[in-house]
């Protein structure tokens, strides 16, 4: 049997694979086995994780940080 998980925090998320009675953390492509849960709007295109992370001070006032607080709203 074989399932993913996905945990999607208030400061991060990370995603896993259950398999032959093991769970393995998906590394995202830094290679970090968790990922910030921010994202950053700019003109034409969405950023998230780290590079979202690592914008956010030139980009504060465009930059959701603790995404999951703001799920669902408007």
């Known amino acids: 049997m074989s399932a993913i998980g996905v945990h999607f925090g208030y400061t991060s998320a990370c995603v896993a694979i259950f398999k032959d009675g093991r769970a393995d953390v998906v590394a995202n492509d830094a290679g970090d086995r968790v990922t910030p849960t921010v994202v950053g709007y700019r003109d ?31």
Do not use: D, F, H, M
């Open 44 to 74: 034409t295109e969405q950023i998230v994780g780290i590079a979202a992370k690592q914008g956010r001070v030139r980009n504060a006032a465009s930059t959701v940080v603790k995404v999951k607080q703001v799920l669902g709203r408007r």
